[in-house]
Nanobody
């Protein structure tokens, strides 16, 4: 069993930055992929970015160049640095873990709210 706890969400103005963190606990040795999905009101949950234990990454096209995912395996932590935020980035951001970069997530965090508004 893996437990994931996110932090770092909040209210930010358009063009601003936020850094999300996700700490895993439990059976962390089994985690290969970690990353982030997001879900805006009335929309489906969508992939933001993922990273493997050896550093391979995967980004949604709309996030490339603005978001950067990173990971520290020794701390079982993944971060999402979000720059040049737009109002359409407003969503509940969920951390996930899984067995592959593009596979179905196995574990989810509770989510952290990101609101981009002036």
């Amino acid at each position: 069993q893996v437990q994931l706890v996110e932090s770092g969400g909040g209210l930010v103005q358009p063009g601003g930055s936020l850094r999300l963190s996700c700490v895993a606990s439990g059976s962390t040795f089994s985690i290969y992929a970690m990353g982030w999905y997001r879900q805006a009101p009335g929309k489906q949950r969508e992939l933001v970015a993922g990273i493997t234990s050896v550093g391979y990454t995967n980004y949604a096209d709309s996030m490339k160049g603005r978001f950067t995912i990173s990971r520290d395996n020794t701390k079982s932590t993944v971060w999402l640095q979000m720059n040049s935020l737009k109002p359409e980035d407003t969503a509940l951001y969920y951390c996930y873990s899984g067995n592959s970069l593009r596979g179905t997530p196995i574990a989810w965090g509770q989510g952290t709210q990101v609101t981009v508004s002036s």
